[in-house]
C-alpha cells in the first residue's frame, strides 16, 4: 500500500478475523520483507509477487465461493484469476474510491493497489496480471468510484467498462442490472472500504467524500446475489487508527460480510 497507514491494514484484517467463524477460516502469512522492483515499475515488486503465490496456494482446490479479506486491493488479483478458470461467464464488480487502473507506466506512485483492476485486466508486470482476455473490460462495473485520474479516465472512455455511481447504488437494482447487461453468468464482487462515505467508515486509508452509505451497499450487493452467482468475493482497505476505532468500524464491516459471504 502507498499509504502512510499501510502497517495498519494488518491490524485492520486481523480485527476482522477475530469476528470470523475459525473454523472456515485460514490466514495467510504476508512476508514483511520490503521487496524490489527489478525493472517491473511496481515497487515492492517481489514481495508482491511472493504473496500473490501465496494466495494462489491457499485457494488451490478450496471451495468454490471464498471471500478474501485484505489488505490492500491486489490481494483481489489472485482471487479473481482463479474464479475466473473456475467461471469462464464471470463478471468483476470493483466497489471502490478510486480506479485502480494504472498501469507501471502510467502509475505517479507505483503502487500496485492503483494498478490492480487494469492487472485483472491483462495490462502489468508479468507475475502479477492475468491472462489478457481472462476478463474482458466489458464485463467489468466499476461501482462507487469519485476519485479517478486522467489516465484511468481515458482508459475508461475507451475500453467499456462500465460504471455505476454512488449515488446510482442508492436505487439498490443498479448493480444487479448493469451486472446481468454485461451478458456474464456469474459474477465476483471486490469490496475496497474506501467506497464507502467517510461518515459511515473511518478506518481507511484513503478516504472520499460523498460515498456509499452501508445500508445501501449490503442492499446493493443483496439484489446482485438474488440475480446471479457470486463466483467470490474481496475485503480490502480497513485500517484503523486505534483498536478502539476498529471496534467503532466493525459493526458495519461485518454486515458487508454478511452481505458477501
Do not use: K
Not at 500500500?1 to 473454523?23: E, H, K, T, V, Y
Not at 466489458?138 to 475500453?159: H, W, Y
Request: net charge negative; charged share 15%.
Amino acid at each position: 500500500s502507498p499509504s502512510s497507514r499501510a502497517m495498519q491494514l494488518i491490524d485492520g484484517a486481523q480485527a476482522i478475523a477475530g469476528d470470523l467463524p475459525r473454523a472456515s477460516s485460514a490466514t495467510v502469512d504476508v512476508p514483511m520483507e520490503a521487496g524490489e522492483a527489478l525493472d517491473t515499475g511496481v515497487l515492492r515488486f517481489s514481495a508482491l509477487h511472493r504473496i500473490h503465490a501465496l494466495i494462489q496456494e491457499q485457494l488451490a482446490g478450496g471451495e468454490d465461493h471464498v471471500l478474501v479479506v485484505g489488505g490492500d486491493c491486489g490481494v483481489s488479483v489472485a482471487a479473481i484469476a482463479r474464479a475466473a478458470a473456475h467461471s469462464p461467464g464471470l463478471a468483476v464488480v470493483w466497489l471502490d474510491a478510486h480506479g485502480d487502473l494504472h498501469t507501471p507506466e502510467s502509475s505517479p506512485s507505483g503502487a500496485f493497489s492503483g494498478m490492480s483492476l487494469r492487472a485483472i485486466l491483462g495490462d502489468g508486470a508479468e507475475g502479477l496480471a492475468l491472462t489478457p482476455g481472462a476478463i474482458a473490460p466489458t464485463r467489468v462495473v466499476l461501482a462507487g468510484a469519485r476519485d479517478i485520474e486522467p489516465a484511468e479516465d481515458e482508459f475508461i472512455a475507451q475500453s467499456g467498462i462500465v460504471t455505476v455511481t454512488a449515488n446510482d447504488l442508492v436505487d439498490h437494482e443498479v448493480l444487479a442490472a448493469a451486472v446481468q447487461a454485461t451478458g456474464a453468468t456469474s459474477v465476483y464482487v471486490h469490496v475496497d472500504l474506501d467506497v464507502l462515505d467517510p461518515a459511515a467508515m473511518t478506518g481507511v486509508t484513503a478516504s472520499v467524500p460523498f460515498g456509499v452509505s452501508v445500508p445501501d451497499l449490503v442492499a446493493a450487493i443483496g439484489a446482485l446475489r438474488a440475480a446471479m452467482p457470486l463466483a467470490g468475493a474481496s475485503l480490502t482497505g480497513f485500517a484503523p487508527s486505534s483498536a478502539a476505532s476498529a471496534v467503532d468500524d466493525l459493526g458495519a464491516i461485518l454486515r458487508i460480510v454478511g452481505a458477501l459471504a
